[in-house]
T-cell receptor
């Protein structure tokens, strides 16, 4: 068990470009979450999946953002037409939630800088 | 919006001392979790306490929960330089979304 992995770890892009991030959850974890963290703040929930179904999306997730989890394993988060305000750390987490195991395990994050 | 608020925002202590930080939240919860984050890194889960629990221990960590006051505290005993990090409380209202506070930055001086 290698934990949650995210790729890339760092991304620098120019305003207006599209970027895509990948998250590989802990194997057998059927829930996967995306959060965004700006400097000096705690993470904010963006969206989550149970298996391949996207069950909830935050109001923070504008129509420029799209997330997928096509086979219920890895997930991608795409940001189209990036803006400077998108600069943040994007964190992925996974869990396997029978009652009593609600802990979310986080990956190392992808740090995005939009110039 | 963030539900939790940690207090203090920053804490500086000598190695070997205890560190206490508090978390207040606004709505009913299913559980409350504490995480640690080293600079620029991902979050490491420390401890989860359920709404029907009042106190929990894990190694040098002690967490309390007072649902009537909507508050929790994290105590780190006998601090070490490696405890230098930001600490976040996160609430789960039963909908699997964690709501984090802005964190407490702890610096342990050698």
């Amino acid at each position: 068990d290698t934990g949650v992995s995210q790729d890339p770890r760092h991304k620098i892009t120019k305003r207006g470009q599209n970027v895509t991030f990948r998250c590989d959850p802990i194997s057998e974890h059927n829930r996967l979450y995306w959060y965004r963290q700006t400097l000096g703040q705690g993470p904010e929930f963006l969206t989550y999946f149970q298996n391949e179904a996207q069950l909830e999306k935050s109001r923070l997730l504008s129509d420029r953002f799209s997330a997928e989890r096509p086979k219920g394993s890895f997930s991608t988060l795409e940001i189209q037409r990036t803006e400077q305000g998108d600069s943040a750390m994007y964190l992925c987490a996974s869990s396997y939630p029978p009652v009593g195991q609600e802990t979310q395990y986080f990956g190392p994050g992808t740090r995005l800088l939009v110039l | 919006s963030q539900q939790g608020e940690e207090d203090p925002q920053a804490l500086s202590i000598q190695e070997g001392e205890n560190a206490t930080m508090n978390c207040s939240y606004k709505t009913s919860i299913n559980n409350l979790q504490w995480y640690r984050q080293n600079s620029g890194r991902g979050l490491v889960h420390l401890i989860l306490i359920r709404s029907n629990e009042r106190e929990k221990h894990s190694g040098r960590l002690r967490v309390t929960l007072d649902t009537s006051k909507k508050s929790s505290s994290l105590l780190i005993t006998a601090s070490r330089a490696a405890d230098t990090a930001s600490y976040f409380c996160a609430t789960d209202a039963g909908d699997y979304k964690l709501s984090f506070g802005a964190g407490t930055t702890v610096t342990v001086r050698a």
